[in-house]
């Protein structure tokens, strides 16, 4: 299930960079066994999915940011973060076959947040999807990473050459990433190379970088070709 939104996220400058490509409104979406989670754990969560069409691609983009309470055990997290990766896997595998048939060329990924709402035992039932809604709970956000490891050894998942996979980034890796890329065309080529690491990582069963960090450093040590892409900003390459 889906409904049009028209909040954007807020990724730093990259947010802006984006806002001219986006295609239409964001859409919420409902996630399969998030529900569970929201009942097991009185947590709450939101869903949003982007379409950009940048210059050398289209880039969709599922935000999930998950709520827990403050007091949540670190078990617990660990169980909720796999299930709802699990669940975000699932409603992209349609979206994945139907980008196959339109032979489009194109990159998916996916960010997630998830906060720690403390000052309660629990989340204010009255939330209106934009933040906790509870002046007497202070929101943390829980610094968390997935890497090469994650997938290889804790959640296996296809990541054959053949088909394009769901890139997945924690909030903190996302915003650096969009930090240091700046330009659409730059998250694209990023995307692009994080993509290959992963498939040659599984190909390989050994992880080729221990963190996005330090992917993205390598990235900016590699030589690229001049831009010619028309972004809004000059790519940092061109500077």
């Not at 979406?29 to 982007?50: K, P, S």
């Not at 890796?173 to 692009?192: G, H, K, N, Q």
């Not at 963190?211 to 993205?216: F, G, K, N, P």
Request: glycine fraction near 4%.
């Amino acid at each position: 299930m889906s409904h049009s939104i028209t909040t954007m996220p807020d990724w730093g400058y990259l947010t802006t960079e984006l806002v001219s490509y986006l295609q239409a409104d964001a859409m919420a979406v409902t996630l399969a066994g998030m529900h569970t989670i929201e009942h097991e754990y009185n947590a709450q969560y939101i869903a949003r999915h982007y379409q950009y069409q940048l210059p050398l691609g289209k880039l969709q983009l599922l935000e999930l940011t998950l709520y827990l309470p403050y007091d949540t055990e670190s078990a617990d997290i660990e169980a909720v973060r796999m299930t709802a990766v699990k669940s975000a896997l699932t409603w992209y595998k349609p979206l994945s076959s139907q980008n196959e048939a339109n032979a489009s060329v194109g990159y998916e990924a996916m960010i997630f947040d998830i906060q720690l709402v403390g000052g309660g035992s629990s989340l204010n039932r009255g939330y209106n999807g934009d933040s906790a809604n509870n002046s007497n709970s202070a929101l943390q956000r829980l610094k968390h990473n997935f890497g090469v490891r994650y997938f290889l050894e804790d959640l296996v998942v296809d990541m054959s050459e053949s088909m394009q996979q769901l890139q997945v980034f924690s909030w903190d890796d996302w915003y650096s990433i969009a930090a240091a890329v700046r330009t659409p065309c730059e998250l694209w080529r990023f995307l692009a190379y994080h993509l290959e690491q992963l498939q040659q990582s599984a190909v390989n069963h050994i992880p080729s970088f221990e963190s996005e960090d330090a992917l993205v450093e390598r990235f900016f040590a590699k030589s690229r070709p001049v831009c010619s892409c028309h972004c809004s900003r000059q790519c940092a390459h061109q500077k």
